[in-house]
C-alpha cells in the first residue's frame, strides 16, 4: 500500500510545522517553499487538517498555521485520517455497490484486516517522533 501524494505532503508539512518553536505561525507559502510542495495542493491539505482539529488557521498579514496539540500527541494515523479518510486499499472496501461478489470475496477480509494493522503502526508513531527523524 502506498501514500497518495496528499498523504505525503500532509505528513511533510505537519512535520515542519513539528520542528518550529511551540506556537509558531507558519505561513504556507513558507512550508510550500522548504518543502517544494505545490502551495494550492498543500492548501487544500491544510484545510483538512484544520478541519480536524490538528492545526489552527490564523488570518491576516502575518497568518498561517499552527499546531493545536504537541508533537507527541498527534499521531501518523491522525493526520492521514485527516487528509485523506481511512485510505481504502481497494475501492470496493467502501463503495461496496461496485462490487457484485462483496459477500464472498475471498480477499477483501485480508484487505481490510491489512488496512486495521497498518492504523495500529500509525498510531505508534507521533509527529514529534517523525519530526526528529525526517
Excluded: W
Excluded at 475471498?106 to 508513531?125: E, G, S, T
Aim: glycine fraction near 8%; hydrophobic fraction near 35%; proline fraction near 4%.
Amino acid at each position: 500500500m502506498q501514500f497518495t501524494k496528499a498523504e505525503e505532503y500532509g505528513l511533510i508539512g505537519m512535520i515542519y510545522l513539528a520542528r518550529q518553536p511551540r506556537g509558531t505561525v507558519v505561513s504556507l507559502g513558507e512550508i510550500s517553499r522548504a518543502e517544494k510542495i505545490p502551495d494550492k495542493f498543500l492548501a487544500k491539505i491544510f484545510q483538512s487538517l484544520t478541519k480536524s482539529g490538528i492545526v489552527q488557521s490564523h488570518r491576516g498579514v502575518r497568518g498561517g498555521f499552527s499546531l493545536v496539540k504537541t508533537p507527541s500527541k498527534i499521531s501518523m494515523a491522525e493526520i492521514v485520517r485527516s487528509v485523506q479518510g481511512e485510505g481504502d486499499p481497494m475501492k470496493c472496501c467502501i463503495q461496496q455497490k461496485d462490487c457484485h461478489r462483496i459477500e464472498d470475496c475471498p480477499i477483501r477480509k485480508a484487505v481490510l484486516d491489512a488496512r486495521k494493522q497498518m492504523f495500529v503502526v500509525y498510531n505508534r508513531h507521533s509527529l514529534k517522533e517523525m519530526a526528529e527523524h525526517f
